[in-house]
């Protein structure tokens, strides 16, 4: 069997053919004289760990081999047996660590020169493999192993040497691939994940990265505020990139379709002169939470050689994952995510992070196209990496992520149908099953669950705008007023006037955002106490000026009947996509 020299602090420049030779060389290296009783036990102890790594590489090897066709029991065998095996390398790390210490007392430094220093980065590290969490690592620097090594670092090819924080940092590493985990599932291997330090930070990066001056970018016509501030003030400007900027609307891939052929034929001159066609969803949708059909906008989109970037944050991974669709050509090329919603949960910190195939988003420095991918583009060069405190916390509101879903979208049922029994406001939500975009939910969304985001105005009423005003003042504390969404609290706010507050009157009403339009983010309180608290501010501020206003929902008898319905209906289809006893067996 060859010798794997990637032990070797003579990695790429050693001269041997056996792992004996390259043990040899290691010792010459670091000027030890392999003669002595030191030279001799290290040798040993090297030459151990040369051919401890080629068995654990076999090991991969067999694992890539026959993990699919393996009996449930020898899983969960195989498991445990790797697992050990972490904990006896981790031992004999922990049984150098004596002697290693031992050495740094007397290399001779001065109290003064210690206290300078701090204590060695190599020690007492051990346990910390260990922590049932991850470590919260807060560090600028690292430690480097070796001239080689640092060098493969600095150039992508060594993955366990973080070289700075704003490149790599372990904590915000884990994240990155819990969510890759999350997203891709079992093709997890193909994609990497990059994190930063907010939902716009990692989308401005996407955008600056595949966008290029005169590019056309085709967009879903709903979307976050700031995105569409994004693109009209910046990147759409003559001075800066020269965005050619085209709108679509509608849901349904035959929308798109005609947005899609429209700019083609607008822009035939200029794509032919070499700009390229991007394609931006926001799907669900903000402010209304509506659906796009995602599996078929790609398909189509790609059929033109267009690349699909999609804002997947609302729906989260667990009501759909784009990127494990059957069909490559029905995924988009990169999901964006701001896990300062539903991920992290608790509105405590902001994050972002994008998920795409690996030559898209990191390649090793030197090989074909490494420029142009986004690890390159945006770490190495601008520093827009997640820092460890904030990657541990949407770490930790993720172990929560699947339950907060389920109760938001129970609650997102209840609510949008209390709503819409009134007939005086117009609600804007897939969760009824006679609008429009229902289809959508029913057939991409998990369990049939709405987005945890709907819309509702009371622009049919002719309020005077003191009493709106009045009204919706009156919605705290039961409904939040905040200017965020994905909390476990319900939050409320008025589009019109914050998150889409950039938008003009045309933009506003191409939109479907009107003055009393109201945004609902969906939290995890009893849905009852949410409708009594709406009523009740609609009985002190509506019905003086609109009487009999808070008459017009459905009777309180009905609403606990519609709760208990929703909730077992919910769980109900979540068991039934359970797998059954006999096939976990």
Same mark, same amino acid.
């Given at each position: 069997?060859?010798?794997?020299?990637?032990?070797?602090?003579?990695?790429?420049?050693?001269?041997?053919?056996?792992?004996?030779?390259l043990?040899?060389?290691?010792?010459?290296?670091?000027?030890?004289?392999?003669?002595?009783?030191?030279?001799?036990?290290?040798?040993?102890?090297?030459?151990?760990?040369?051919?401890?790594?080629?068995?654990?590489?076999?090991?991969?090897q067999?694992?890539?081999?026959?993990?699919?066709?393996?009996?449930?029991?020898?899983?969960? #065998?195989?498991?445990?047996?790797k697992?050990?095996?972490a904990?006896q390398?981790?031992?004999?790390?922990?049984?150098?660590?004596?002697?290693?210490?031992?050495?740094?007392?007397?290399l001779?430094?001065?109290?003064?020169?210690?206290?300078?220093?701090?204590?060695?980065?190599?020690?007492d590290?051990?346990?910390m493999?260990?922590?049932?969490?991850?470590?919260?690592?807060?560090?600028?620097?690292?430690?480097?192993?070796?001239?080689?090594?640092?060098? *493969?670092?600095?150039?992508?090819?060594?993955?366990?040497?973080?070289?700075?924080?704003?490149?790599?940092?372990?904590?915000?590493?884990?994240l990155?691939?819990?969510?890759?985990?999350?997203?891709?599932?079992?093709?997890?291997?193909?994609?990497?994940?990059?994190?930063?330090?907010?939902?716009?930070?990692?989308?401005?990066?996407?955008?600056?990265?595949?966008?290029?001056?005169?590019?056309?970018l085709?967009?879903s016509?709903?979307?976050?505020?700031?995105v569409?501030?994004l693109?009209?003030?910046?990147?759409?400007?003559?001075?800066?990139?020269?965005?050619?900027l085209?709108?679509?609307?509608?849901?349904?891939?035959?929308?798109?379709?005609?947005?899609?052929?429209?700019?083609?034929?607008?822009?035939?001159?200029?794509?032919?002169?070499?700009?390229?066609?991007r394609?931006y969803?926001?799907?669900?949708?903000?402010?209304?939470?509506?659906?796009?059909?995602?599996?078929?906008? #790609?398909?189509?989109?790609?059929?033109?050689?267009?690349?699909?970037?999609?804002?997947?944050?609302?729906?989260?991974?667990?009501?759909?994952?784009?990127?494990?669709?059957?069909?490559p050509?029905?995924?988009?090329?990169?999901?964006?995510?701001?896990?300062?919603?539903?991920m992290?949960?608790?509105?405590?910190?902001?994050?972002?992070?994008?998920i795409?195939?690996?030559?898209?988003m990191?390649?090793?420095?030197?090989?074909?196209?490494?420029?142009?991918?986004?690890?390159?583009? #945006?770490?190495?060069?601008?520093?827009?990496?997640?820092?460890?405190?904030?990657?541990?916390?949407?770490?930790?509101?993720?172990?929560?992520?699947?339950?907060?879903i389920?109760?938001?979208?129970?609650?997102?049922?209840?609510?949008?149908?209390?709503l819409?029994?009134?007939?005086?406001?117009?609600?804007?939500?897939?969760?009824?099953?006679?609008?429009?975009?229902?289809?959508?939910r029913?057939?991409?969304?998990r369990?049939g669950?709405? #987005?945890?985001?709907?819309?509702? *105005?009371?622009?049919?009423?002719?309020?005077?705008?003191?009493a709106?005003?009045?009204?919706?003042?009156?919605?705290?504390?039961?409904?939040g007023?905040?200017?965020?969404?994905?909390?476990?609290?319900?939050?409320?706010?008025?589009?019109?006037?914050?998150?889409?507050s950039?938008?003009?009157?045309?933009?506003?009403?191409?939109?479907?955002?009107?003055?009393?339009?109201?945004?609902?983010?969906v939290?995890?309180?009893?849905?009852?106490?949410?409708?009594?608290?709406?009523?009740?501010?609609?009985?002190?501020?509506?019905?003086?000026?609109?009487?009999g206003?808070?008459?017009?929902?459905?009777?309180?008898?009905?609403?606990?009947?519609?709760?208990?319905?929703v909730t077992? *209906?919910?769980?109900?289809?979540?068991?039934?996509?359970?797998?059954r006893?006999?096939?976990?067996?």
């Amino acid at each position: 069997m060859a010798v794997n020299p990637e032990l070797s602090p003579l990695r790429h420049s050693h001269q041997s053919d056996s792992a004996d030779a390259l043990v040899q060389e290691q010792l010459r290296h670091f000027g030890i004289d392999p003669a002595s009783p030191f030279g001799r036990h290290l040798a040993g102890a090297a030459l151990n760990l040369y051919r401890t790594n080629q068995d654990i590489h076999a090991l991969w090897q067999l694992t890539r081999d026959c993990l699919d066709s393996l009996p449930p029991e020898e899983r969960i #065998c195989r498991f445990n047996a790797k697992k050990f095996l972490a904990f006896q390398l981790a031992k004999v790390l922990d049984n150098l660590q004596a002697p290693f210490r031992a050495q740094w007392r007397h290399l001779g430094l001065t109290q003064d020169s210690r206290l300078a220093k701090g204590a060695y980065p190599l020690f007492d590290r051990v346990p910390m493999l260990f922590s049932a969490n991850p470590p919260i690592v807060r560090t600028a620097t690292y430690v480097y192993a070796c001239t080689e090594w640092i060098d *493969d670092a600095f150039h992508g090819r060594e993955s366990t040497h973080s070289i700075y924080s704003r490149l790599l940092n372990p904590t915000a590493l884990a994240l990155a691939n819990t969510l890759v985990e999350l997203e891709a599932g079992p093709d997890s291997t193909d994609y990497l994940a990059l994190t930063f330090n907010s939902g716009m930070a990692a989308i401005d990066a996407l955008l600056g990265t595949l966008l290029e001056r005169g590019d056309i970018l085709l967009v879903s016509r709903n979307l976050y505020g700031g995105v569409h501030q994004l693109l009209q003030d910046y990147y759409a400007r003559p001075e800066k990139l020269g965005i050619r900027l085209e709108w679509f609307d509608g849901t349904e891939a035959r929308d798109f379709r005609l947005a899609l052929n429209r700019t083609l034929a607008d822009h035939r001159e200029t794509l032919a002169a070499g700009a390229r066609l991007r394609v931006y969803l926001e799907s669900p949708c903000n402010p209304h939470g509506l659906m796009l059909d995602v599996p078929g906008i #790609c398909r189509l989109a790609h059929e033109t050689g267009a690349l699909v970037m999609l804002d997947a944050t609302l729906a989260t991974p667990v009501l759909f994952r784009p990127l494990q669709r059957p069909e490559p050509a029905e995924r988009p090329d990169v999901v964006v995510h701001s896990c300062t919603k539903d991920m992290a949960g608790t509105g405590s910190t902001t994050a972002g992070a994008l998920i795409g195939l690996q030559p898209l988003m990191f390649l090793p420095k030197g090989e074909p196209g490494w420029r142009q991918t986004l690890f390159w583009q #945006c770490y190495y060069i601008k520093g827009a990496f997640l820092d460890a405190d904030k990657a541990y916390e949407v770490l930790t509101g993720i172990k929560t992520l699947e339950l907060r879903i389920l109760a938001k979208g129970i609650n997102t049922l209840v609510l949008a149908r209390f709503l819409a029994s009134h007939p005086d406001l117009r609600v804007s939500s897939h969760a009824l099953d006679h609008h429009p975009n229902s289809p959508l939910r029913q057939r991409l969304l998990r369990y049939g669950l709405p #987005c945890p985001l709907l819309t509702f *105005d009371l622009e049919a009423t002719g309020l005077p705008r003191d009493a709106f005003v009045r009204f919706f003042d009156a919605l705290e504390p039961a409904f939040g007023h905040m200017v965020s969404l994905g909390q476990t609290n319900t939050l409320v706010l008025c589009p019109a006037l914050t998150s889409h507050s950039e938008l003009d009157e045309t933009a506003l009403a191409a939109a479907g955002i009107y003055p009393t339009s109201i945004r609902v983010a969906v939290g995890i309180e009893p849905v009852r106490e949410l409708i009594a608290h709406l009523v009740l501010a609609a009985r002190r501020h509506l019905d003086p000026v609109s009487p009999g206003f808070s008459q017009g929902f459905m009777a309180p008898a009905e609403v606990d009947a519609l709760v208990e319905q929703v909730t077992l *209906d919910i769980h109900r289809a979540r068991l039934a996509q359970q797998a059954r006893l006999a096939e976990l067996l």
